[in-house]
């Protein structure tokens, strides 16, 4: 094949219970904006058929340089799902089934600092979960766990993140509380000025599900939230709009598809954290005493209960 020959993308499908759980390529879910990356040869497109359905697109599967990674759109290509919409328990078990054991999320927040400038990187360090209609849990149907969550994010990714920022000199902030809100439509002033009060720094409507179902499966997680606008507590900007969102997201695009190239090649080939073992010590029902289905959903997960 020479180099001006584009490489055909294969296009498969992964049956349930097929797959490689473990340590191996990254994964990226990009948001609004960040519907696929620059840099990343693709060499598969797959669907993945989980227990939980399929996720918001095929996954893109190849390389960055010699690593492997897995690269999602969060809304799907064409940006079609909502955020209370995204099916995040099978992007999330479709990722760990291809053996992504890291995932580093990109995504657009309203700012609820005056710090915080639009245009600017925040490294989020914290969430607090508003969100009401979407399913929450890998748990249930005869399953009860209890995922320890007290730091969500993975320290390793947020190195990884945090290194690129400094490397590539760009305005960052290093620790931030996420609110995650359902949506779709953004808060009143009342609301935001309740979110600021709280302590809390960047708003969205999608990572606090994704970070929570990420650690219950113990997969690393951690998030570049790229602020895009001024949430609507601001005296100057009392009105966000999907323009301004994408128009800033757009002028910063590029920038976080540096970010991630360069996080990529500092996440520790063996992981340092404690996200893996979060869900050994969840599970407290009487294995012996979960049905099969449920069993092989967790199993699925690699989480299969070991009978005492
Ligand atoms: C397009 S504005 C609101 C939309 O943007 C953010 O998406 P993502 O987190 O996927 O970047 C926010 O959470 C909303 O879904
Ligand atoms: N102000 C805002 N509120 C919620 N989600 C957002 N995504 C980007 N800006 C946002």
Redesign the pocket.
């Known amino acids: 094949m020479n180099g001006k020959e584009k490489r055909p993308v294969q296009k498969s499908r992964t049956k349930r219970g097929e797959g490689n759980p473990g340590s191996g390529p990254v994964g990226i879910i990009g948001g ?1 904006g960040l519907y696929q990356m620059e840099g990343l040869t693709i060499e598969e497109e797959r669907v993945v058929e989980t227990p939980w359905g399929v996720s918001s697109d095929p996954y893109l599967i190849g390389k960055v340089g010699t690593l492997p990674v897995v690269f999602l759109s969060r809304h799907g290509k064409g940006h079609r799902y909502l ?1 209370s919409e995204i099916n995040y328990r099978a992007n999330l078990a479709g990722l760990k089934s291809l053996g992504v054991s890291r995932v580093l999320s990109v ?5 609820l600092k005056e710090e915080i400038a639009p245009g600017d990187m925040v490294l989020v360090d914290d969430f607090i979960d508003l969100t009401r209609q979407r399913p929450m849990s890998f748990y249930g149907n005869g399953a009860v766990g209890h995922t320890p969550y007290g730091r969500p994010v993975c320290s390793d990714l947020f190195e990884a993140f945090s290194g690129a920022c400094e490397h590539l000199g760009l305005p960052t902030h290093r620790g931030g509380t996420y609110i995650c ?1 359902e ?1 779709p439509a ?2 009143t002033r009342a609301e ?1 000025r309740l979110y600021r009060q709280w302590g809390a720094d960047v ?3 999608t990572n606090g599900t994704e970070a929570r179902l990420a650690r219950e499966i113990g997969l690393c997680y951690a998030t570049l939230a790229l ?6 507590w601001h005296p100057d900007h009392d009105m ?1 709009t999907v323009a301004d ?1 994408i128009r800033i997201m757009n002028q910063n695009v590029r920038r976080a598809n540096t970010i991630l190239l360069d996080a990529l090649e500092r996440i520790p080939s063996v992981r340092k954290c404690h996200c893996a073992d979060a869900p050994k010590s969840a599970l407290i029902t009487d294995p012996a005493r979960i049905p099969q289905k449920t069993r092989e959903k967790l199993s699925f997960l690699g989480l299969e209960p070991n009978p005492s």
């Open positions: 609004s955020p995504s657009a927040v309203g700012s809100m949506g953004f808060s935001s708003i969205g409507m602020a895009t606008d001024y949430d609507c966000v969102v």
